[in-house]
């Protein structure tokens, strides 16, 4: 499996921070939602001012020997937020018709003090 860090930066005051972004890929085939994963939410926190947090895009890698779908950017949208942003990426995912691996993200973790 591959990931993507998503780091979130708190450039404002402080901030309540709990639940997934919503993740989008932009490919060459289309955009492509990504699965929330299976784990719990968690407690709500305070992201402090000039802290980060972060979560995770899980991936299948391809290690097909095909061209895969290629993917060009994550459009993110922080959790409890309605204006996404776009981050440039370059990575390339299976093709298959078989159920092998899903894309998923994480929720957003607290960070380490």
């Given amino acids: 499996m591959g990931s993507v860090l998503i780091t979130f930066t708190n450039k404002g005051g402080d901030c ?6 919503g993740v989008d890929l932009k490919t060459n085939y289309g955009n492509q939602a990504v699965d929330r994963n299976k784990q719990e939410v968690g407690i709500p ?13 899980v ?7 095909g061209s895969g779908v290629h993917v060009t950017a994550l459009v993110i ?5 309605t204006h996404p942003i776009t981050a440039r990426v370059d990575f390339s995912l299976p093709v298959s018709d078989k159920d092998t691996g899903r894309l998923e993200v994480t929720p957003v973790f607290k960070p380490v003090s």
């Fill in 16 to 21: 309540r921070m709990a639940g997934f972004p």
């Fill in 45 to 57: 926190f305070t992201l402090r001012a000039g802290k980060t947090a972060t979560a995770d895009v």
């Fill in 59 to 65: 991936y299948p890698m391809n290690d097909t020997g």
């Fill in 77 to 81: 949208t922080p959790p409890n937020e």
